[in-house]
């Protein structure tokens, strides 16, 4: 999980954009998820499959999406380190939860 977090760090302090320019992802590499995915189906079990920067980006975006529908525009690099840390520990725990229920459980949402 640190290796994640460390990850996860990484692409807070990139963004999006600048990840692909600063971060060292060369332009030539695969997409990292070739396959469309729905997060509103994705389980843990399939979030935690990949590599780390899959997993990374997969729980940032659910983050988001989780901070978005439940109107938290503002965020820290504490409060997304938490739930994220969170996340990732109940997905270890119910594999077969889906991704997005872990952050709504750590939210309240």
């Known amino acids: 999980m640190a290796i994640i977090m460390k990850r996860a760090r990484i692409l807070l302090s990139c963004g999006v954009i600048p990840l692909i320019i600063t971060c060292g992802v060369e332009p030539d590499s695969p997409p990292i998820a070739p396959e469309s995915m729905s997060l509103e189906e ?4 399939t979030a935690l499959e ?6 990374g980006v997969l ?7 989780e901070a978005g529908r439940t109107g938290q525009d503002e965020q820290t690099v504490l409060r997304i380190e938490d739930s994220i840390q969170a996340a990732i520990a109940q997905c270890e725990q119910s594999p077969d939860a889906l991704l997005l229920d872990t952050f709504r459980r750590h939210q309240g949402g």
């Open 59 to 65: 729980f940032i975006l659910a983050y988001g999406v």
């Open 50 to 55: 990949g590599g780390e920067a899959e997993i």
């Open 42 to 45: 994705t389980t843990c079990e």
